[in-house]
C-alpha cells in the first residue's frame, strides 16, 4: 500500500482572478484532470466518496477540542499486549490461499511467515481487545462525544526486523502517535489518530506497525437531485503504482504485470514482484477469458449506481480467475445475479457507468 504521511507541505497553487487560488491539477488516465481537493497525501488520489485531503482545515476558528486531543500524543495505547496465538502454520496457510500467494518460503519444515501477517498476530479476533489503555479509551471517547462516532481506515505502514517462524510468541506495545488537526473530508469533518504498534517475537523487536484512522462526523448525504438526478458509483483510488492499469482500461486493455526477472504475473498491480522481490516488470494483455473463482450477492446497502434498473441490487460481485492464472473482483453481468455459480465461464468487457466513469467487469455464459 502507497504510504501516507501526515506533515507533507503541501503545492504552491495558482493564482485566479481576484486573488483566489485555483486547486492544482494532477492529469488521470484518458485525460481527466483532477482537482487537488480530490488528491490524498503522497500524490494519491481519492475515491469521490471518500476524498481525504489532509491539508483542508474544517475552519480557520480556534479549535479546543485539538488541543485537547493532541495532549494524548506519546502515550500509551496499549500496553505489555500478548497475541492470542503463536505465529502457526495453518494461519499461514489460509492467509496464502486467501491471498494467492504461493512464496515456497511460507510452506515446509523452514517455512515463514508472509511479513505483511505482522498485524495478523496482535489482532483481538471477534472478541476484540482486552489490552486497549485508559488513555485510548479517554481520547476515542472524547471523539465520540464531540460527534465524531464513525471511522474509516486510510492507510497503514509497517516496517520489518525479523522473519516470523511457526512457535513465535508475539508480544507488543502500542502507543497513540499522532493526531492531526481538524479536516474536512467527503465523508466527513474529523480527525486522523496515528497509533504506533512495536511487535516482539520471542522478547526480540520483529517489526512496527503503523494504523492511521478517520474519527469523523459523518457529512449529511448528498441526493440524487444534487447530483444530477442520478447515484455516482465510487471513483477508484489511482496512484502511480497502479495508474498503467487505468490507462489500459482506458484503452479498453486489461493489463496484467509480469516481473522482469522471474517473469511471474501479478494482479492487482504492485510496485514490486511478490514471488522474487525484483521491482522491474512490464505488462501483459489479458485474453479477456475467465471464469468466476468465487461469488457473493450483495442485498444491503442498496447502491443505486450498482443496480440496472437503479434500485440499488441485488446484485453479484465476483473474484474472476483469468485464463492467465490471476485473479480479480469485479461484476458479473448479463445474468441475473441468482444465476452466478462458480466455475460459470465469463468473458471481459468495458461498462460505462457514468461520462467519467469506465470499468471492466464481465458477462456471464452457459458453460
Known sequence: MTVV????????????????????????????EVPEEQQMPGGREASEEQQMPEGRQASEEPDELYERLKAFEGRAAATAGTGKDPVNEPMIRHWCEAMGDTNPAYAGPDAVAPPTMLQAWTMGG?????????????????????????????????EYLRPLRPGDLITFDAVIESVSERKTTKLGTGYFVTTRMDVRADGEPAGTHRFRILKYAPAAPKRAAERGGRSLRPRPVINRDNAGFWQGVAEHRLLIQRCGDCAAL??????????????????????????????????????????????????????????????????????????????????????????????????????
Open 266 to 367: 501479478r494482479f492487482p498491480w504492485l510496485p514490486g514482484c511478490n514471488a522474487c522481490g525484483c521491482q522491474e516488470w512490464d505488462t501483459v494483455e489479458a485474453s479477456g477469458e475467465g471464469a468466476v473463482f468465487s461469488q457473493v450477492v450483495m442485498h444491503h446497502p442498496p447502491f443505486p449506481a450498482f443496480g440496472a434498473d437503479g434500485a440499488g441490487g441485488p446484485y453479484a460481485v465476483a473474484l474472476i480467475e483469468l485464463a492467465e492464472g490471476v485473479r480479480m473482483v469485479s461484476n458479473v453481468v448479463g445474468v441475473p445475479y441468482d444465476k452466478v455459480r462458480i466455475g460459470m465461464p465469463v468473458r471481459l468487457e468495458f461498462l460505462r457507468t457514468d461520462d467519467e466513469l469506465e470499468l471492466p467487469v464481465f458477462r456471464g455464459g452457459e458453460g
Open 126 to 158: 471477534l472478541s476484540g481487545h482486552t489490552d486497549r489503555s485508559a488513555a485510548y479509551e479517554e481520547l476515542f471517547g472524547l471523539l465520540d462525544g464531540a460527534g465524531c462516532t464513525s471511522v474509516v481506515a486510510t492507510d497503514c505502514e509497517q
Open 5 to 32: 504521511r501526515e506533515g507533507r507541505k503541501a503545492p504552491e497553487k495558482r493564482q485566479m482572478p481576484g486573488g483566489r487560488k485555483a486547486p492544482e491539477k494532477r492529469q488521470m488516465p484518458g485525460g481527466r
